[in-house]
């Protein structure tokens, strides 16, 4: 077992759509989620959530009110990992599309209620429903 990491995420909506990057190796390689990365030493969580959108998608981001936090516990993965993830509101500076950057195969706006669908990383899906930011899981 592995001591669990803290990894800030930012939850970025534009109309009826959300920011999502879809992960790119690791345990989580082919699943989508939000922009997301472990906060660094001397760093705080809006630090690390602003950081997760410039180097992910290449935009340029303010942080907002925390929104919620999940953990992902994967035991069945060699070496198991274990994230405890604090989502932040975000919202987003550039009027341009975002580009597949550092750890994501692509970054995208999605509409909202085609978010469900992906196959997101573990606890995403509960948490952004919970907040209403999507209306049912799949």
């Given at each position: 077992?592995?001591?669990?990491?803290?990894?800030?995420?930012?939850?970025?909506?534009?109309?009826?759509?959300?920011?999502?990057?879809?992960?790119?190796?690791?345990?989580?390689?082919?699943?989508?989620?939000?922009?997301?990365a472990?906060?660094?030493?001397?760093?705080?969580?809006?630090?690390a959530a602003v950081r997760a959108v410039a180097e992910q998608t290449g935009l340029g981001a303010l942080s907002g009110p925390f929104l919620g936090w999940y953990e992902s516990i994967r035991t069945a993965d060699p070496g198991g990992a274990h994230e405890v993830v604090a989502c932040f509101t975000s919202v987003i500076l550039d009027a341009v599309d975002p580009t597949a950057g550092a750890e994501v195969a692509e970054a995208r706006w999605m509409p909202v209620w085609d978010v469900a669908e992906l196959p997101l990383v573990d606890g995403l899906?509960?948490?952004?429903?919970?907040?209403?930011?999507?209306?049912t899981l799949a």
């Amino acid at each position: 077992m592995v001591d669990p990491v803290v990894v800030a995420g930012a939850v970025a909506t534009r109309g009826n759509d959300l920011l999502v990057v879809r992960r790119d190796g690791g345990p989580a390689e082919g699943r989508w989620s939000v922009p997301l990365a472990r906060v660094a030493g001397g760093e705080t969580m809006v630090e690390a959530a602003v950081r997760a959108v410039a180097e992910q998608t290449g935009l340029g981001a303010l942080s907002g009110p925390f929104l919620g936090w999940y953990e992902s516990i994967r035991t069945a993965d060699p070496g198991g990992a274990h994230e405890v993830v604090a989502c932040f509101t975000s919202v987003i500076l550039d009027a341009v599309d975002p580009t597949a950057g550092a750890e994501v195969a692509e970054a995208r706006w999605m509409p909202v209620w085609d978010v469900a669908e992906l196959p997101l990383v573990d606890g995403l899906a509960e948490l952004l429903a919970e907040h209403g930011v999507i209306d049912t899981l799949a």
